[in-house]
């Protein structure tokens, strides 16, 4: 079983930066784990994935500015988000499931239901 929990919201202006963590209990090391976001109104969207330090992937709002990164020694996952926009205000979720090939990686990396494991979610507000 693995349980998630998000930290590191906040509010912020347009701009600035933050950092997302997420702890993990158990061992992930063979689990896919992606960033995810849901606005008030809208349905959750993919932010980023990774399936290893090589494969990683965004959405195309996101892209140039986020960073997914993974400490296997930590448990923890992060996402770095540079530049924020006011449309960057969401709650972020953390989440995972059991790895299988890169190719089927490749196909489902963004896709929240292929996502079987959820943290509670964490507040980011980006102000103009």
């Known amino acids: 079983q693995v349980q998630l929990v998000e930290s590191g919201g906040g509010s912020v202006q347009a701009g600035g930066s933050l950092r997302l963590s997420c702890a993990t209990s158990?061992?992930?090391?063979?689990?896919?784990m992606g960033w995810f976001r849901q606005a008030p109104g809208k349905e959750r969207e993919g932010v980023a994935a990774?399936?290893?330090?090589?494969?990683?992937s965004y959405a195309d709002s996101v892209r140039g500015r986020f960073a997914i990164s993974k400490d296997n020694a930590k448990n923890a996952l992060y996402l770095q988000m540079n530049s924020l926009k006011p449309e960057d205000t969401a709650m972020y979720y953390c989440?995972?499931?059991?790895?299988?090939?890169?190719?089927?990686?490749?196909?489902?990396?963004?896709?929240?239901?292929?996502?079987?494991?959820w943290g509670q979610g964490t507040q980011v507000t980006v102000s103009s």
């Open positions: 990774r399936y290893s330090d090589d494969d990683t």
């Open positions: 989440a995972a499931y059991r790895c299988r090939t890169r190719l089927y990686w490749a196909q489902v990396r963004l896709w929240p239901r292929q996502y079987n494991y």
């Open positions: 158990g061992d992930t090391s063979t689990y896919c």
